[in-house]
């Protein structure tokens, strides 16, 4: 099989010989290959590892697409990658991709999807490695700016554009495939020298379909394909093709719930015999150039069929979150990321639109930048307050730097339980937000987003605002499943309150100060107990219309708002742990939680503390104050705990 991949790369072989040398050769360190999807890039990566072997160099290949975007969850992919025992330590990782006098290549797939990761692994984590290790990073789209205009990474970097293949490059690989020459000229006239296209037409060719007609342009070539594909497939086929554009990964339950006239085993038969198909670990994926456009034309041809699709798949991306163990939480995310239809969510986690800006931790010399920007925008108050935020958090500040290196614009953002009482007594809106959530579990579990300005438009919409409120997901997946409240503000109201409302955070002003004699009205997002995995999955429900009255969510012995017990007429105090500990169990109604998840959302404290009888301690005593109804709290041998409704 190595040896075929090899062999069948047409029209790539002085890309080939480029990266071989890149990998044996002492500089640079770090090469980024990008191309327009479906030209070919990881079929280059597929050959270069076993012609790398070869040569006695170890690769350590991830594919992107198939992990959260944190560092947690990278250094882990690494770990389990190169078989050593799982860390999430960065330090720790690179340490492990050490061989002793061997070679490593260290080769990140589908990078795109790690955008929110790029500043961390171009300041962090790829600065320490060792000697003996080099890097590709393969994507869709250019490098950013950053790379090219750090210092520290100058003639240590390098990129390579991956064009489509030259008329006589198409020839000779369709020829190679026995299509006659006249035929060949004619399909690679529609496919325009595109890998994949040409992959595709081949498969419509040799199965008597007709490759005709042409795309406006080599971006749309795969569009056309994907139409004449749909044209040529009988009704079962294309509405196979059509329900999985849909999702993220096509799976068995998917397909069956989506398509219950189809088995399910014959469903993912035929989409695995699709030129634009492929196999990951969670499923069959459909290529994103052929998802979009197929999904756009379900949509507005049939927007019944669409949608009917959409719910189905709600219910069972949701079903499977509420199975999910911790450790498969990131892959129910994604799923439902992909249904959502809300594009400033979906380009949050999954950004597909290019940007010349980067955002990066604030270093001690951009403090006069963030000053002069808030000169030019804010009143002496609100500087003030501001300048307490950088003398006792300047680690909660985070720039965008534009082309040039330059701050372009910043926001500030810090866990409120990490926030210094003088800032608190110096800044009449953070006071405000923290009488709010006067427990001090609340604000652990809470994320201040104080300020985010742009040098040139201030709060009004702009590169810099859209960098900033991506680099904000990434603290989102770093905070779960803590994280309950986010809290922001804008001066103009109106600014961004529809989109705000969409994703569900509320306008919240009520006993909020005037700073400057105006106000700085506060935004509120409340995901709810299941944090930033419920805060999705219920987006997605009200969008698809499979929000339902779930009864079993509550309890009849809990009153939350009073954060007591109601037992047998009587009303039963709780300590704050005790009702954490309950809540979070009631919310997840039948379900085995385990004890390290409970710890980490009560306490905030990491997995390693799961082994102390915290737990054990706080669930006996709630069961005493439940006397009769102890019984809805059931132990699971070796997992941890499960909440049981009364009938």
Not at 579 to 607: D, H, S, T
Request: glycine letters at 6%.
């Amino acid at each position: 099989m190595e040896r075929r991949a090899v062999e069948a790369l047409a029209g790539r072989c002085a890309e080939l010989e480029r990266l071989e040398a890149f990998a044996l050769n002492d500089e640079p360190l770090v090469m980024h290959i990008h191309g327009i999807p479906g030209v070919g890039k990881t079929h280059l990566l597929d050959a270069l590892a076993p012609s790398l072997d070869a040569k006695g160099v170890v690769v350590v290949r991830i594919d992107a697409r198939w992990f959260e975007p944190s560092p947690a969850a990278f250094c882990r992919a690494i770990s389990k990658e190169i078989g050593v025992p799982e860390s999430e330590d960065a330090a720790v990782v690179a340490g492990s991709l050490e061989n002793e006098g061997r070679r490593t290549l260290l080769v990140i797939d589908s990078y795109e999807s790690f955008r929110l990761l790029d500043s961390w692994l171009r300041q962090v984590f790829l600065p320490s490695l060792g000697d003996n290790v080099r890097t590709i990073l393969s994507s869709r789209e250019p490098p950013r700016p950053a790379w090219r205009i750090t210092p520290a990474w100058s003639g240590l970097f390098d990129s390579m554009l991956l064009e489509t293949f030259s008329p006589d490059a198409a020839l000779e690989y369709l020829t190679s495939k026995g299509v006659p020459q006249h035929s060949a000229r004619e399909l690679n006239r529609v496919a325009r020298g595109h890998p994949m296209a040409l992959s595709m037409g081949l498969a419509l060719y040799f199965a008597g379909g007709q490759v005709r007609g042409s795309a406006a342009t080599r971006h749309q070539v795969l569009e056309h394909m994907a139409k004449l594909f749909l044209e040529d497939a009988d009704a079962s086929t294309a509405q196979i093709v059509q329900a999985a554009c849909l999702i993220r990964t096509a799976t068995a339950p998917l397909m069956t719930a989506m398509l219950p006239h189809i088995a399910a085993d014959e469903a993912l038969a035929r989409l695995r015999a699709l030129p634009f198909v492929s196999a990951g670990p969670h499923g069959l994926v459909v290529h994103d150039a052929v998802r979009r456009p197929v999904a756009a034309a379900l949509k507005s041809t049939d927007p019944a069929r669409h949608q009917a699709y959409r719910r189905a798949a709600s219910r069972v991306v949701r079903d499977q979150y509420g199975q999910a163990p911790r450790s498969e939480h990131w892959r129910c995310t994604a799923d439902v990321l992909y249904l959502l239809e809300n594009e400033t969510l979906r380009e949050g986690f999954f950004p597909t639109t290019e940007s010349s800006v980067s955002v990066e931790p604030a270093r001690e010399d951009d403090g006069s930048s963030i000053s002069a920007i808030l000169q030019k925008f804010d009143g002496p108050q609100s500087r003030e307050a501001m300048q307490q935020w950088w003398y006792y958090h300047p680690d909660s500040f985070f720039v965008v730097r534009d082309e040039r290196g330059r701050v372009q614009g910043f926001y500030q953002a810090i866990v409120a339980a990490k926030v210094h009482k003088n800032v608190i007594a110096k800044d009449p809106l953070a006071a405000s937000w923290a009488r709010d959530l006067p427990r001090s579990e609340d604000r652990a579990a809470a994320l201040w987003l104080r300020r985010t300005l742009d040098r040139d438009t201030g709060e009004e919409p702009s590169p810099g605002q859209a960098a900033c409120w991506l680099d904000i997901k990434r603290t989102y997946l770093e905070l779960r499943p803590r994280l309950r409240w986010v809290y922001t503000c804008y001066c103009d109201a109106e600014l961004y309150r529809e989109p705000f409302e969409q994703l569900g955070l509320r306008l919240a002003d009520e006993g909020r100060p005037l700073i400057d004699r105006a106000m700085q009205h506060t935004f509120r997002l409340d995901m709810g107990v299941d944090s930033v995995d419920g805060w999705l999955g219920n987006l997605l429900a009200h969008e698809t219309g499979t929000v339902t009255a779930d009864a079993s969510r509550t309890s009849p012995l809990l009153d939350e708002q009073a954060r007591e017990l109601l037992v047998n007429g009587s009303r039963v105090a709780l300590t704050p742990l005790e009702f954490g500990v309950f809540a979070y169990l009631v919310a997840r109604p039948n379900k085995a939680v385990a004890r390290y998840e409970l710890v980490e959302a009560v306490w905030g404290y990491g997995k390693e503390a799961s082994t102390s009888n915290v737990v054990e301690t706080v669930v006996r005593s709630v069961r005493q104050k439940l006397g009769a109804h102890r019984n809805t709290l059931e132990t699971v041998r070796g997992v941890g705990y499960r909440y049981r409704p009364t009938i």
